[in-house]
């Protein structure tokens, strides 16, 4: 199927969604923060990246940022609970006006997760 890059500082989070898109049939590639997803060397490059809004070292908008400058043809979907006084919709409108395909706020219901994988990569 397709190259799945996740990126969340919750270990738990990558862990589900790893299990979630492998018994889907996707390859997964994960990190803990934007730092160290675009220090990740693939090739391919992955179809899709589900970005966390709020981690550590670079956030969610400069890793969205860096993604489209490394690979303008990977499919983006942002992911926020919303922390430091900040609403979750508004991280996630700035996600999807900075190129983000999508946005989806946690908790993540896993069928809608799947769901917009399979309607942004056709």
Do not use: C, Y
């Not at 738990?12 to 790893?18: G, Q, V």
């Not at 990246?49 to 890793?63: C, F, K, Q, S, Y």
């Not at 940022?65 to 991280?91: F, H, Q, T, Y």
Request: net charge negative; proline share 6%; no cysteine.
């Amino acid at each position: 199927m397709a190259l799945v890059l996740v990126i969340d500082d919750d270990p738990l989070f990558r862990e589900i969604a790893r299990e979630l898109l492998t018994q889907d049939g996707h390859g997964v590639l994960q990190a803990e923060n934007g730092a160290e997803a675009t220090k990740i060397a693939s090739d391919p490059a992955p179809d899709l990246a589900v970005v966390d809004m709020l981690m550590p070292e670079r956030d969610g908008i400069e890793t969205i940022r860096d993604l489209r400058g490394r690979w303008p043809g990977v499919k983006l979907i942002a992911v926020s609970a919303g922390s430091r006084g900040l609403e979750p919709s508004l991280l996630l409108r700035a996600a999807k006006a900075m190129g983000a395909d999508a946005a989806l706020e946690k908790p993540v219901d896993h069928a809608n997760l799947l769901k917009l994988i399979g309607e942004l990569l056709g």
